[in-house]
């Protein structure tokens, strides 16, 4: 006979989830859900597995993910057991266990450790600084230099690995024996819901938040195109400069909406936010606004004598490829992905095959 696990419900409420047991199983989360179907039904399953203390089952799920948290559930829930916000503590608690250095919890669980992790990043950056002389070309030459390296080293040693864990825990674990051939030819889920996320389109009046989400990933990522490989800040072409202000504008005002949202909390998305939340959308426009007037100020040749200015933005951007990108909630960006990918997967292989 099953034991229930009560201890689990109380880690959960330390990613958020707090109200999830006045749940009565009646089953309107699931009904009112534009997003569940026959195969993939949620909330309420994951509500029961909650409830019951299977971290297993939690565990080898890519449910929470299939999961875009439109508030509906939530909304309609006449316990009010918020499950919209249960299913977005899964995702916390699953990047958590994913990690391999056990850093995700700590920053989910944990504002006081956010904060004191950029601080410790802010003083070695200006130790750094100090130890140069502030000296500009250096500093820059070498804040360059830690944009490429940055991301090849946080891809590989801690991102990869975290990735392979997932499948581990969402594929092997339960059993799916998917064909090599399999991997290859749903490979263009991955990067299909990677570019596009794609699933979303499918919530209730969700397409202005698409495309708003849409225009921030795109322009995120044409950034870092611009400043990492056609070194935006040193790039004297017209084009490269007109590219680099339009997409680090086009940042910080998607970003701006974003705070401004969760700041006026009309949306049942923005009514409960976790810092991880905070940290993602907030140094994300900083991030924009710090390079744009860096850029401007290059051009003006006026940043020498602020040179402060440049070091802002370098201590922005180590704290996000340090800690936001791996460990905070940025990292759903990509788990989310990888689970279209691996549901995907799963599926390939039939149910015969599969042990559950």
Same mark, same amino acid.
């Given at each position: 006979?099953?034991?229930?696990?009560?201890?689990?419900?109380?880690?959960?409420?330390?990613?958020?989830?707090?109200?999830?047991?006045?749940?009565?199983?009646?089953?309107?989360?699931?009904?009112?859900?534009?997003?569940?179907?026959?195969?993939?039904?949620?909330?309420?399953?994951?509500?029961?597995?909650?409830?019951?203390?299977?971290?297993?089952?939690?565990?080898?799920?890519?449910?929470?993910?299939?999961?875009?948290?439109?508030?509906?559930?939530?909304?309609?829930?006449?316990?009010?057991?918020?499950?919209?916000?249960?299913?977005?503590?899964?995702?916390?608690?699953?990047?958590?266990?994913?990690?391999?250095?056990?850093?995700?919890?700590? /920053?989910?669980?944990?504002? @006081?450790? $956010? &904060? +004191?992790? %950029?601080?410790?990043?802010? #003083?070695?950056?200006?130790? !750094?600084?100090?130890?140069?002389?502030?000296?500009?070309?250096?500093?820059?030459?070498?804040?360059?230099?830690?944009?490429?390296?940055?991301?090849?080293?946080? /891809?590989?040693?801690?991102? @990869?690995? $975290? &990735? +392979?864990? %997932?499948?581990?825990?969402? #594929?092997?674990?339960?059993? !799916?024996?998917?064909?090599?051939?399999?991997?290859?030819?749903?490979?263009?889920?991955?990067?299909?819901?990677?570019?596009?996320?794609?699933?979303?389109?499918?919530?209730?009046?969700?397409?202005?938040?698409?495309?708003?989400?849409?225009?921030?990933?795109?322009?995120?990522?044409?950034?870092?195109?611009?400043?990492?490989?056609?070194?935006?800040?040193?790039?004297?072409?017209?084009?490269?400069?007109?590219?680099?202000?339009?997409?680090?504008?086009?940042?910080?005002?998607?970003?701006?909406?974003?705070?401004?949202?969760?700041?006026?909390?009309?949306?049942?998305?923005?009514?409960?936010?976790?810092?991880?939340?905070?940290?993602?959308?907030?140094?994300?426009?900083?991030?924009?606004?710090?390079?744009?007037?860096?850029?401007?100020?290059?051009?003006?040749?006026?940043?020498?004598?602020?040179?402060?200015?440049?070091?802002?933005?370098?201590?922005?951007?180590?704290?996000?490829?340090?800690?936001?990108?791996?460990?905070?909630?940025?990292?759903?960006?990509?788990?989310?992905?990888?689970?279209?990918?691996?549901?995907?997967?799963?599926?390939?292989?039939?149910?015969?095959?599969?042990?559950?």
């Amino acid at each position: 006979m099953s034991r229930i696990n009560t201890k689990f419900g109380k880690e959960l409420k330390r990613y958020g989830a707090v109200d999830f047991n006045k749940c009565y199983n009646c089953g309107t989360c699931t009904a009112v859900c534009s997003l569940s179907t026959g195969e993939d039904s949620f909330p309420r399953s994951m509500v029961r597995l909650s409830e019951t203390g299977d971290k297993k089952g939690v565990e080898s799920s890519l449910k929470p993910w299939l999961c875009y948290y439109c508030g509906d559930c939530s909304v309609n829930c006449p316990q009010t057991a918020d499950p919209g916000e249960l299913m977005m503590s899964l995702r916390r608690w699953l990047t958590a266990k994913y990690d391999w250095t056990g850093l995700s919890g700590l /920053f989910h669980r944990s504002g @006081l450790a $956010n &904060i +004191i992790a %950029m601080i410790l990043v802010a #003083v070695g950056v200006i130790v !750094y600084s100090f130890t140069q002389s502030f000296d500009q070309e250096g500093i820059m030459h070498f804040a360059h230099l830690f944009e490429m390296y940055a991301i090849a080293t946080v /891809f590989a040693v801690i991102l @990869l690995p $975290n &990735i +392979i864990r %997932m499948w581990y825990m969402t #594929v092997v674990k339960p059993g !799916y024996k998917v064909p090599f051939k399999a991997y290859y030819k749903s490979a263009g889920e991955l990067f299909v819901h990677m570019f596009t996320q794609k699933r979303s389109l499918g919530c209730d009046d969700n397409q202005a938040r698409w495309f708003a989400h849409f225009v921030l990933v795109i322009g995120y990522l044409t950034l870092l195109f611009t400043t990492v490989f056609l070194d935006w800040f040193s790039n004297e072409s017209i084009f490269v400069n007109l590219l680099g202000y339009a997409v680090s504008a086009v940042v910080f005002i998607v970003t701006f909406v974003f705070v401004l949202g969760r700041i006026k909390q009309k949306h049942q998305v923005s009514k409960k936010s976790r810092p991880s939340d905070w940290f993602f959308v907030i140094w994300l426009f900083l991030m924009g606004v710090t390079a744009f007037f860096v850029k401007v100020f290059i051009d003006l040749e006026i940043l020498e004598n602020n040179f402060w200015l440049f070091l802002l933005h370098f201590t922005i951007l180590v704290q996000w490829a340090v800690i936001i990108v791996p460990f905070g909630k940025w990292t759903h960006f990509l788990y989310r992905s990888f689970a279209m990918y691996f549901d995907k997967l799963r599926k390939s292989v039939p149910a015969e095959s599969a042990k559950k």
